[in-house]
T-cell receptor, first 111, second 113 residues
Framework: EAAVTQSPRSKVAVTGGKVTLSCHQT?????MYWYRQDTGHGLRLIHY???????EKGDIPDGYKASRPSQENFSLILELASLSQTAVYFC??????????FGPGTRLTVL | GDSVTQTEGLVTLTEGLPVMLNCTYQ???????LFWYVQHLNESPRLLLK?????KRTEHQGFHATLHKSSSSFHLQKSSAQLSDSALYYC???????????FGDGTQLVVKP
């Protein structure tokens, strides 16, 4: 069974502060993704990566950075958190372009 | 660029009636992979169905879908809705040309007694 973990599971941040969300997978998958989901809305792709030390912009990259230091780890960084970044963030991994395995999500509240 | 369209944002049904959620896609590549994901309340999305074979029906957990490349469609169907089917359903597309996946906006299915 594919395993993707995220930390923290929940976070409250202050406006203008720095936030780092972490994702770890033990599936030996090459692709990893970060999505955000706003209440009652769909998934939107922020950044993704298909190889360590390289990241690609998704559909809504503004205000976010990503880091893929190893095949297993993929971080999402909010350098200056804003109220509009309050959302649930999901990490996912895939082998190639196949089935996405999602983590449990991180609920981020920016005050 | 590639895209996925789910025309219904919300579908409300009575238990026992058939389910059909629409999905159409746009891609210039000839061999897309199509997926349906389901997300129940306070859970993560998980795979429901997938296909890359034209005109072949794929089934799982009572749901089925057929990829039709001629009409660029991959509609999700079920013969009889259950209360437990209430969830958010996403159609998704991936292809090697773009090297990424594209999700539709999702369809919220609400099944009432």
């Amino acid at each position: 069974e594919a395993a993707v973990t995220q930390s923290p599971r929940s976070k409250v941040a202050v406006t203008g502060g720095k936030v780092t969300l972490s994702c770890h997978q033990t599936n030996n998958h090459d692709y990893m993704y970060w999505y955000r989901q706003d209440t009652g809305h769909g998934l939107r792709l922020i950044h993704y990566s298909y190889v360590a030390d390289s990241t690609e912009k998704g559909d809504i990259p503004d205000g976010y950075k990503a880091s893929r230091p190893s095949q297993e780890n993929f971080s999402l960084i909010l350098e200056l958190a804003s109220l509009s970044q309050t959302a649930v963030y999901f990490c996912a991994s895939t082998r190639g372009l196949g089935e996405q395995y999602f983590g449990p999500g991180t609920r981020l509240t920016v005050l | 660029g590639d895209s996925v369209t789910q025309t219904e944002g919300l579908v409300t049904l009575t238990e026992g009636l058939p389910v059909m959620l629409n999905c159409t896609y746009q891609t210039i590549y000839s061999n897309p992979f199509l997926f349906w994901y389901v997300q129940h309340l306070n859970e993560s999305p998980r795979l429901l169905l997938k296909s890359f074979t034209d005109n072949k029906r794929t089934e799982h957990q009572g749901f089925h879908a057929t990829l039709h490349k001629s009409s660029s469609s991959f509609h999700l169907q079920k013969s009889s809705a259950q209360l437990s089917d209430s969830a958010l359903y996403y159609c998704a597309l991936s292809d090697r040309g773009n090297n990424r996946i594209f999700f539709g906006d999702g369809t919220q299915l609400v099944v009432k007694p």
